[in-house]
């Protein structure tokens, strides 16, 4: 007596054609791969850095931990951001000896706090990255706009050096 198993794949197999049953398998594989993304642990956020020839923008895509809560997430997302681009022929929006020190999510404003190094230009190797037009605001500012666009509930990003407020 065979298994139940094979004698259900010996009905499906006479009653489905080839064609219909490749596209059986397809949609058994994509709802498969559904679930899997739904339950994974990562989520796709979009990062601007910048061509370091013509300093034309560019959108990288970067596959970021789920974060337990908004701020943390955030957080997660400026730290990314001073990793900078994946791309070899793209620029860094800050020098890379700064850091994160501290974030702060309230009230649809984000606080972030950043080392000393922010306010210096980007320089790789001995050639200075930045523009002067825009100069160091200029990756403040798309900062703020890529927090803007991938959490819709940024209202505001004050941002600070070493503790001291800067404006743009």
């Known amino acids: 007596m065979k298994p139940i198993s094979s004698i259900f794949s010996i009905v499906i197999r006479s009653l489905i054609d080839k064609r ?4 059986l398998y397809l949609v058994i594989l994509g709802a498969v791969a559904l679930k899997n993304g739904a339950d994974s642990d990562t989520i796709r956020r979009t990062f601007v850095f910048y061509n370091m020839k013509d300093y034309t923008p560019q959108a990288e895509e970067h596959m970021l931990l789920r974060s337990h809560s908004e701020e ?3 957080a997660r ?3 990314e951001t001073l990793f900078g681009p994946r791309n070899p022929e793209s620029a ?6 700064t850091k994160l020190l ?3 999510y309230r009230n649809g404003v984000v606080y972030i706090d950043l080392s000393e190094a922010a306010a210096l230009p980007v320089v790789i190797g001995n050639v200075r990255v930045v ?3 825009g ?3 200029r990756g403040f500012s798309t900062l703020r706009e890529s927090l803007a666009r991938n959490f819709p509930l940024v209202e505001e990003v004050k941002f600070f050096i070493e503790g001291h407020s800067i404006d743009f």
Do not use: K
């Not at 219909?20 to 596209?23: D, G, H």
């Not at 860094?92 to 000896?97: A, D, K, V």
């Open 72 to 74: 943390a997430a955030l």
């Open 92 to 97: 860094p929006l800050f020098p890379r000896e």
């Open 135 to 137: 100069g160091i605001a």
């Open 102 to 104: 501290s974030l702060l």
């Open 20 to 23: 219909t049953r490749r596209l």
């Open 77 to 79: 997302y400026v730290e």
């Open 131 to 133: 523009p002067m037009e």
